[in-house]
């Protein structure tokens, strides 16, 4: 399933890097054995530290069609896999009633190609422009455990069964990506069938490389003190620690402000692009920010 520049693992970081991701050694060997062996890659980490955007990234660097399945408590194959068009059968079942059609084969036909509402799962098994999609199973420690039984069809075979049309299997298997933030653990069984990678905060080079990739207009300078800020404020007791998301929305936020370098109270004025929860940003009010900052350009300092 490696194709392209990805024969290898810097081919792999470096293709993604070509669409914005800065990918570490670490991930970009898993990901490189994923697409190498066929196996279904689970990345599993905080929230905003990257896992969905490397779905994205790695399905434009192969030119692969993105097929999405978020998911949420209470998901089901109707949303998930597929259903039957309810409102096209009974128009069909009208129709046939007022020219007097044959019953048996009206019910037959009620139940093929032409009725069927294919969902992410299905659409994923489909032969796609291209070549297999990518598919990214996105936050799946929110669904329930029977769900996740039921995954263990689609993963270990590639499969999926419709009772009215039997089984349907992929001519190619999709690449296959499923996120974790760990709000719940999730089951060994569907954990054994993929790569496992912890997505972890990057250090602070790694996320000013990110920066450059996605906000370059940023001045160095300002640069530098938003990474060192953030990084000293996933050190703090936070109810949500900033992701790496957040620290891209702050940068931009801060441009649009034409802000050239931080200070208390500009931090206090834009705490809602990096803190998500009143009780964090209410933390941060006043002389903690000025502490932060002071700490934040501390680091900065040649030793």
């Known amino acids: 399933m490696v194709t392209g520049d990805m024969q290898d693992i810097d081919g792999v970081q470096a293709a993604l890097d070509g669409q914005g991701y800065v990918c570490g050694r670490a991930l970009g060997t898993v990901a490189f054995l994923a697409l190498k062996l066929g196996r279904p890659l689970f990345l599993e980490g905080e929230a905003g530290t990257g896992k969905t955007e490397i779905a994205k990234a790695l399905a434009l660097a192969l030119g692969r ?15 998930a896999v597929y259903e039957w068009n309810f409102a ?21 036909e009620l139940f093929t ?37 039921f995954l263990l069809e689609a993963l270990s075979d590639f499969q999926v069964t419709i009772p009215e049309l039997g089984p ?31 997505v972890d905060y990057p250090d602070f080079d790694r996320e000013m490389q990110i920066l450059h990739s996605r906000v ?66 209410a933390r941060l009010q006043g002389m903690e920010a000025k502490r932060l900052l002071d700490e934040a350009r501390q680091s900065l300092e040649p030793a």
């Not at 998911?71 to 949303?79: M, Q, V, W």
């Not at 994923?124 to 996105?138: E, F, H, K, M, S």
């Open 88 to 108: 096209a059968q009974m128009i069909a079942i009208r129709a046939a009633e007022g020219s007097g059609a044959d019953r048996a084969a009206l019910t037959r």
């Open 216 to 281: 370059p207009e940023a001045a160095e300078t300002l640069s530098r003190e938003v990474v060192a800020f953030v990084q000293r404020l996933r050190t703090e007791d936070l109810f949500k620690k900033p992701g790496v998301a957040e620290t891209i929305d702050w940068a931009k936020c801060l441009l649009a402000l034409d802000v050239l370098t931080l200070s208390p109270d500009v931090i206090a004025d834009t705490l809602g692009a990096i803190l998500k929860y009143q009780d964090d940003i």
């Open 168 to 198: 349907i299997k992929a001519p190619e298997p999709p690449i296959v990506i499923l996120t974790s933030n760990r709000t719940r653990e999730v089951h060994d069984a569907l954990k054994r069938r993929c790569l496992y990678h912890w």
């Open 113 to 149: 190609q032409d009725f069927l509402i294919e969902r992410p799962l299905l659409q994923a098994l489909r032969p796609q422009p291209g070549g297999a999609p990518v598919l990214l199973i996105d936050e799946i420690d929110r669904t329930d455990e029977p769900f996740e039984a």
């Open 65 to 79: 069609r993105l097929i999405r399945l978020q998911c949420y408590e209470g998901l089901d194959t109707a949303s």
